[in-house]
Structure formats: structure tokens, C-alpha cells
């Protein structure tokens, strides 16, 4: 008895001291909670600050629950919220990506059946085209890509998803299909076409209907090109960066319906993160290779799935416009998600994807880390570049008239040479950024936005290195009307 007292006695007395452990732990918790939204709110504040970014808008999965939903910046009908809508841009793709997995779920589309086997009206000139698998273009690997096939540059641009087909009747194929990785936007324009040809429905109305609705995305929809942006007064105008400036410019007209067209709020994104890893949209089976890599590459189907050593399994995409951007990570094993979208685009000098390390770190309670590369400094010190070229752009004018009494014919032609460097730079810019940028085709106006400053530079040390090679021919041509009798070296 006395035995069965004591336990008794220890057990009430570790129940109790549990209890008592407990209390303050959740009163902890609920402070750590609300610090961690205020440090959240200043670091999200500051980060936009030092790069001039507008309007945004922040989404974080933690767990089962939306932990937050935000927006950040004033419009001119008010503040921006958690429900104020944004152009995702590529982070589309593990939509699309889903609803194709999704009519593999239900036996309709075989991963590894050829895309023209739904389609045997398909007559290509290349006969590669009949060997790319639908498996091939979710990873990217299809053989496409934007050198054989300029998608942004594109003139007309689609009107439909049923005229993406037509390019692979003309086209010939950069690679056979499976053997190399070209990040193409079509790809997934024809998988949209896939969806919305084996489904019945149209490609917004399915996704509308067999996720959005699903997952409770009562505020996200998709449309089929960016001008439906600007056409819908809810959605934030967007900004490119200039001379420290933010200048609001319309997205330029591009046909993005499958890879970039979905627009969604911070509510809605958190709940798209949630069901990463708790959601029932398609068997465990798929939802493994869903998150999995591709063969050849980190490209899966519409994520870029990694392993890390530190942070575990994690998927994430990122989403680009001239005047839009947003990053998104999904942190598997973690079970935390956090996406951000911007009313800005894609520029040189804003990291947008350090916004995401910085909410990772502070949700985990690191200290975020600073960069000194953001858009304030470097535009600070690009237009100080352009004054102090303006500047020796004078002092070299006038030092030219002052001291180059005798100048040769083949002092001339290396100074001409030299000062021809900016404008080689400006005329390759196009393929210097599609090399950097693995292969895109860029249009000159997405250039211009993203490395605006830069640019305006060039131009004036063109401008000025032409002023200045002016002066050098006349300074030539008044040494030999002065001195005749002297020939030319």
C-alpha cells in the first residue's frame, strides 16, 4: 500500500511540475509569436525600402496552419492586404504540373506516352517531335528551347492554347528529347493544351474547379495573357527600377497561360503551400514524384526540388516579369512554406530570393542576413558612375583641345578603337544576357528593365567617348592643314 502511495505521489508530483512548465511555455510561445511578426514586419519593411519595392505581399505556411498572410505598401485605392491579388508568374508551373498529375491519377494521361499521341492531327517536320514525352516537357527536357523557338520575342503571340501545337509542326528540335535541359516557357503552354484537350474543360475552368476550389483559393484565377493584368483594376500596377526610381510600366503583351498566368493573393498562396505536405489532390505515389527531381537535373515537374544538408528536402520556384516578380520555398521536412510576390520586376542589383532566406531565418530565430548589394546602394553608385563620366567626359574634352598639338593617323585609329568599347557592350547586350541567362531570348524592352541604370550609363559614355573622338579628328585635321608637309605616320 505504502508502495502504491508513493507512486501515486511521484506520478501527481511529475503531472503537477508538468503543468507547471507548461503554463509559461505557451505564455513564451505566444510572445515568440508575436515578436517574431513584429521582426517579420520590420525586415520585410526595410528590405523593400532598400530596394525601392512598392507593394508586396507575404505568405507563410507553417505546420497546419496559415502562420501569416500580409500585404506590405499603400496603393492608390488604399493598403495592400493579405487578399490583394498578384501576378505569380512562373510559379504557375506546379499548377500546371499538378493538373496533369492529376489526370494521370485517374488513368487518363501516361506520364511516358508521347504528347503527339493525343494529338494524331500532328504532322511535324521533325521527327524528334513525335518522340517528346509528356514527362519531357514537365522536366524541361523536351528538346525546346529559346533559341529554335523565341517565346517572348514571338510575333504574333498565341491567341490560344490550341495554337501552341502548331509550332511543332515547323520546328526543329535543339536536342533530341530527354538528353539535355532548356528551361522553356511553352513547354508548359503545351501541357495547359494537354490538360484542357484529355480534360473537356477549359484549362482556367480546371484548375478553378480541381484545385483553387478545392484548397479553398477563392481569390486566385488564371488568365491567358498579361494584358488581362492592367485590364483588371484590382490587381497593383506594376514598376521597373531606374535611376532610383520605381516607374510604373504595363507588362508588355505575352501569351502565359499553362507557365505564368495564374494571380493569387498571400491568403491563398499559404494554402497552396499548406497542401505540399498535408494535401490529398493526387496519390502519395505521384505526390512523391511531384517533388522529386528530374533525370537529368534539379527541374522535377514545376518545381526545383533539392536536398539539403541542413534544411532538408525543399521545392521552390521563382517567377519573373519586366514588372512583377515572386520567389516561392516550400521546406518539406520542415513543414513551412513562404512565397512573396512584388509589384516590381526583375532588376540587376534586387535579390528577391534573399527575402525568402531572410523570413526562413527569422521564423527559425537566426538574425536574417544584409547584403550591401541591394537596389538603393547600387543605384547610388551607378548614378554616381554617370556623373563622374559626365564629369571626365568635360575635363577630357577640354584636355584634348589643350594638349594634343600633334596626333598621328595611328594614334587615331587606337583611340577610335578604345573608344568604340561602350557601344560594342550596348550592341551585345542581347546575347551577353541570353548567355547569362542560360539561353533566353530576351526582348529589348525586358533588357531595358532590368539593367536600366546600367544601360543609361553606357549611353552616356558612348555619348561622351563620341564628343571626345569628335574633338581628336578635328585636333587631327588642324595639325595637318597646319603642318602639310608632314606625312601622316
Given at each position: 500500500?505504502?508502495?502504491?502511495?508513493?507512486?501515486?505521489?511521484?506520478?501527481?508530483?511529475?503531472?503537477?511540475?508538468?503543468?507547471?512548465?507548461?503554463?509559461?511555455?505557451?505564455?513564451?510561445?505566444?510572445?515568440?509569436?508575436?515578436?517574431?511578426?513584429?521582426?517579420?514586419?520590420?525586415?520585410?519593411?526595410?528590405?523593400?525600402?532598400?530596394?525601392?519595392?512598392?507593394?508586396?505581399?507575404?505568405?507563410?505556411?507553417?505546420?497546419?496552419?496559415?502562420?501569416?498572410?500580409?500585404?506590405?505598401?499603400?496603393?492608390?485605392?488604399?493598403?495592400?492586404?493579405?487578399?490583394?491579388?498578384?501576378?505569380?508568374?512562373?510559379?504557375?508551373?506546379?499548377?500546371?504540373?499538378?493538373?496533369?498529375?492529376?489526370?494521370?491519377?485517374?488513368?487518363?494521361?501516361?506520364?511516358?506516352?508521347?504528347?503527339?499521341?493525343y494529338f494524331p492531327e500532328l504532322s511535324?517536320?521533325?521527327?524528334?517531335?513525335?518522340?517528346?514525352?509528356?514527362?519531357?516537357?514537365?522536366?524541361?527536357?523536351?528538346?525546346?528551347?529559346?533559341?529554335?523557338?523565341?517565346?517572348?520575342?514571338?510575333?504574333?503571340?498565341?491567341?490560344?492554347?490550341?495554337?501552341?501545337?502548331?509550332?511543332?509542326?515547323?520546328?526543329?528540335?535543339?536536342?533530341?528529347?530527354?538528353?539535355?535541359?532548356?528551361?522553356?516557357?511553352?513547354?508548359?503552354?503545351?501541357?495547359?493544351?494537354?490538360?484542357?484537350?484529355?480534360?473537356?474543360?477549359?484549362?482556367?475552368?480546371?484548375?478553378?474547379?480541381?484545385?483553387?476550389?478545392?484548397?479553398?483559393?477563392?481569390?486566385?484565377?488564371?488568365?491567358?495573357?498579361?494584358?488581362?493584368?492592367?485590364?483588371?483594376?484590382?490587381?497593383?500596377?506594376?514598376?521597373?527600377?531606374?535611376?532610383?526610381?520605381?516607374?510604373?510600366?504595363?507588362?508588355?503583351?505575352?501569351?502565359?497561360?499553362?507557365?505564368?498566368?495564374?494571380?493569387?493573393?498571400?491568403?491563398?498562396?499559404?494554402?497552396?503551400?499548406?497542401?505540399?505536405?498535408?494535401?490529398?489532390?493526387?496519390?502519395?505515389?505521384?505526390?512523391?514524384?511531384?517533388?522529386?527531381?528530374?533525370?537529368?537535373?534539379?527541374?522535377?515537374?514545376?518545381?526545383?526540388?533539392?536536398?539539403?544538408?541542413?534544411?532538408?528536402?525543399?521545392?521552390?520556384?521563382?517567377?519573373?516579369?519586366?514588372?512583377?516578380?515572386?520567389?516561392?520555398?516550400?521546406?518539406?521536412?520542415?513543414?513551412?512554406?513562404?512565397?512573396?510576390?512584388?509589384?516590381?520586376?526583375?532588376?540587376?542589383?534586387?535579390?528577391?530570393?534573399?527575402?525568402?532566406?531572410?523570413?526562413?531565418d527569422i521564423m527559425r530565430g537566426q538574425?536574417?542576413?544584409?547584403?550591401?548589394?541591394?537596389?538603393?546602394?547600387?543605384?547610388?553608385?551607378?548614378?554616381?558612375?554617370?556623373?563622374?563620366?559626365l564629369a571626365w567626359g568635360i575635363y577630357?574634352?577640354?584636355?584634348?583641345?589643350?594638349?594634343?598639338?600633334?596626333?598621328?593617323?595611328?594614334?587615331?585609329?587606337?583611340?577610335?578603337?578604345?573608344?568604340?568599347?561602350?557601344?560594342?557592350?550596348?550592341?551585345?547586350?542581347?546575347?551577353?544576357?541570353?548567355?547569362?541567362?542560360?539561353?533566353?531570348?530576351?526582348?529589348?524592352?525586358?533588357?531595358?528593365?532590368?539593367?536600366?541604370?546600367?544601360?543609361?550609363?553606357?549611353?552616356?559614355?558612348?555619348?561622351?567617348?563620341?564628343?571626345?573622338?569628335?574633338?581628336?579628328?578635328?585636333?587631327?585635321?588642324?595639325?595637318?592643314?597646319?603642318?602639310?608637309?608632314?606625312?601622316?605616320?
Amino acid at each position: 500500500m505504502l508502495k502504491l502511495k508513493k507512486r501515486m505521489y511521484i506520478t501527481i508530483s511529475c503531472l503537477l511540475l508538468c503543468t507547471a512548465w507548461a503554463s509559461p511555455l505557451s505564455a513564451d510561445e505566444a510572445r515568440d509569436r508575436t515578436e517574431v511578426l513584429q521582426e517579420i514586419d520590420e525586415y520585410m519593411n526595410r528590405s523593400m525600402k532598400a530596394n525601392y519595392i512598392k507593394a508586396a505581399s507575404l505568405a507563410i505556411a507553417n505546420n497546419d496552419e496559415v502562420f501569416y498572410a500580409k500585404g506590405y505598401g499603400t496603393l492608390a485605392d488604399g493598403q495592400v492586404t493579405g487578399n490583394t491579388p498578384f501576378p505569380i508568374a512562373s510559379l504557375s508551373k506546379s499548377f500546371t504540373a499538378l493538373a496533369v498529375l492529376q489526370l494521370v491519377d485517374k488513368g487518363q494521361i501516361d506520364l511516358d506516352a508521347t504528347y503527339a499521341s493525343y494529338f494524331p492531327e500532328l504532322s511535324p517536320q521533325d521527327p524528334y517531335v513525335l518522340d517528346i514525352t509528356v514527362r519531357h516537357l514537365l522536366n524541361q527536357t523536351s528538346g525546346l528551347n529559346d533559341k529554335i523557338n523565341p517565346d517572348m520575342t514571338k510575333t504574333p503571340q498565341f491567341q490560344s492554347l490550341a495554337e501552341a501545337n502548331q509550332l511543332l509542326n515547323t520546328v526543329q528540335l535543339a536536342h533530341i528529347p530527354g538528353t539535355a535541359y532548356s528551361y522553356h516557357n511553352p513547354n508548359y503552354v503545351l501541357l495547359a493544351n494537354l490538360v484542357e484537350s484529355v480534360s473537356g474543360e477549359r484549362f482556367s475552368d480546371y484548375l478553378k474547379k480541381h484545385i483553387f476550389e478545392p484548397l479553398g483559393m477563392n481569390h486566385t484565377f488564371s488568365v491567358n495573357t498579361t494584358q488581362q493584368f492592367y485590364e483588371n483594376n484590382t490587381i497593383p500596377l506594376g514598376y521597373y527600377l531606374s535611376l532610383g526610381r520605381a516607374i510604373s510600366q504595363s507588362e508588355p503583351l505575352w501569351f502565359i497561360e499553362g507557365p505564368a498566368g495564374i494571380v493569387s493573393t498571400a491568403e491563398d498562396m499559404s494554402l497552396w503551400m499548406l497542401s505540399q505536405y498535408n494535401g490529398r489532390l493526387v496519390s502519395p505515389v505521384l505526390m512523391k514524384q511531384y517533388h522529386a527531381s528530374g533525370a537529368i537535373g534539379p527541374y522535377g515537374m514545376g518545381w526545383l526540388a533539392n536536398q539539403d544538408a541542413s534544411n532538408g528536402q525543399t521545392i521552390s520556384h521563382s517567377g519573373i516579369f519586366w514588372t512583377y516578380k515572386s520567389e516561392e520555398q516550400v521546406y518539406l521536412n520542415e513543414q513551412m512554406g513562404i512565397a512573396v510576390m512584388f509589384n516590381s520586376g526583375i532588376n540587376a542589383y534586387v535579390n528577391y530570393s534573399a527575402f525568402i532566406d531572410g523570413i526562413a531565418d527569422i521564423m527559425r530565430g537566426q538574425e536574417p542576413q544584409t547584403s550591401f548589394v541591394n537596389g538603393r546602394n547600387m543605384e547610388t553608385i551607378m548614378i554616381a558612375l554617370i556623373v563622374a563620366t559626365l564629369a571626365w567626359g568635360i575635363y577630357g574634352y577640354s584636355r584634348i583641345l589643350r594638349n594634343y598639338h600633334r596626333l598621328t593617323i595611328s594614334k587615331l585609329i587606337m583611340i577610335t578603337v578604345g573608344r568604340l568599347i561602350p557601344v560594342l557592350i550596348l550592341l551585345s547586350l542581347s546575347p551577353l544576357v541570353t548567355f547569362i541567362g542560360g539561353g533566353r531570348v530576351l526582348p529589348w524592352f525586358g533588357i531595358w528593365t532590368t539593367l536600366s541604370t546600367p544601360i543609361i550609363w553606357l549611353m552616356v559614355w558612348s555619348l561622351v567617348n563620341f564628343v571626345h573622338l569628335a574633338c581628336y579628328i578635328y585636333v587631327y585635321f588642324q595639325n595637318t592643314k597646319n603642318d602639310p608637309l608632314e606625312l601622316p605616320q
